[in-house]
T-cell receptor, first 117, second 112 residues
Framework: AQKVTQAQTEISVVEKEDVTLDCVYE???????LFWYKQPPSGELVFLIR??????QNEISGRYSWNFQKSTSSFNFTITASQVVDSAVYFC??????????????FGQGTTLQVKP | DTAVSQTPKYLVTQMGNDKSIKCEQN?????MYWYKQDSKKFLKIMFS???????INETVPNRFSPKSPDKAHLNLHINSLELGDSAVYFC???????????FGNGTRLTVT
């Protein structure tokens, strides 16, 4: 079955701490895509990153970095030196319906990150 | 300038009423979607259209009917609203099934 699990429901850190958001997925597809989205308190959904199943290179974008490991079916997201503006709900998502068809995003339950000053 | 716009932003209505949410994208994307976010923040796909053709139709009650007059528009009509329909509804678009989704700002529907 297609499934995304974000085991951390809520995380609270103090500004400047590093924080890692976990994401574990299940899929029958051999080709698939993984995503992270951010939902700040204002409510919009903001795309952060897409990774395809054949590219296991880690990615860094400023204070954000992503660690994709097919061996453990994980796609974790780390924020370095967190800031108050990072406070949001973060969603991990998987594309595909398990039969090789894309176009359907399966979202994890989301992790609420609170960064305190 | 807005990429994906949906209206209204807030919708408060009584049980049994019929309402519509409109969505338009100016990104030239072929695929549009409706997602529902419940009170626990869980996001679930409802429908997707590719070039005006229905591609994905999840197990959504028949009271929900999407309509795509052209590939830039995907509206959602809901008949006989129920309390459980209260949620935030997000419209989205993408260039293809593997591309990132661009979401609208959401419509918060409250059924009383």
């Amino acid at each position: 079955a297609q499934k995304v699990t974000q085991a951390q429901t809520e995380i609270s850190v103090v500004e400047k701490e590093d924080v890692t958001l976990d994401c574990v997925y299940e899929t029958r597809d051999t080709t698939y895509y993984l995503f992270w989205y951010k939902q700040p308190p204002s409510g919009e959904l903001v795309f952060l990153i897409r990774r395809n199943s054949f590219d296991e290179q880690n990615e860094i974008s400023g204070r954000y970095s992503w660690n994709f490991q097919k061996s453990t079916s994980s796609f974790n997201f780390t924020i370095t030196a967190s800031q108050v503006v990072d406070s949001a709900v973060y969603f991990c998502a998987l594309s595909g319906d398990g039969s090789g068809n894309t176009g359907k995003l399966i979202f994890g339950q989301g992790t609420t990150l609170q960064v305190k000053p | 300038d807005t990429a994906v716009s949906q209206t209204p932003k807030y919708l408060v209505t009584q049980m049994g009423n019929d309402k519509s949410i409109k969505c338009e994208q100016n990104l030239g994307h072929d695929t549009m979607y409706w997602y529902k976010q419940d009170s626990k923040k869980f996001l679930k796909i409802m429908f997707s259209y590719n070039n005006k053709e229905l591609i994905i139709n999840e197990t959504v009650p028949n009271r929900f009917s999407p309509k795509s007059p052209d590939k830039a528009h995907l509206n959602l009509h809901i008949n006989s609203l129920e309390l459980g329909d209260s949620a935030v509804y997000f419209c989205a678009s993408s260039s293809d099934g593997n591309s990132p989704l661009h979401f609208g700002n959401g419509t918060r529907l409250t059924v009383t």
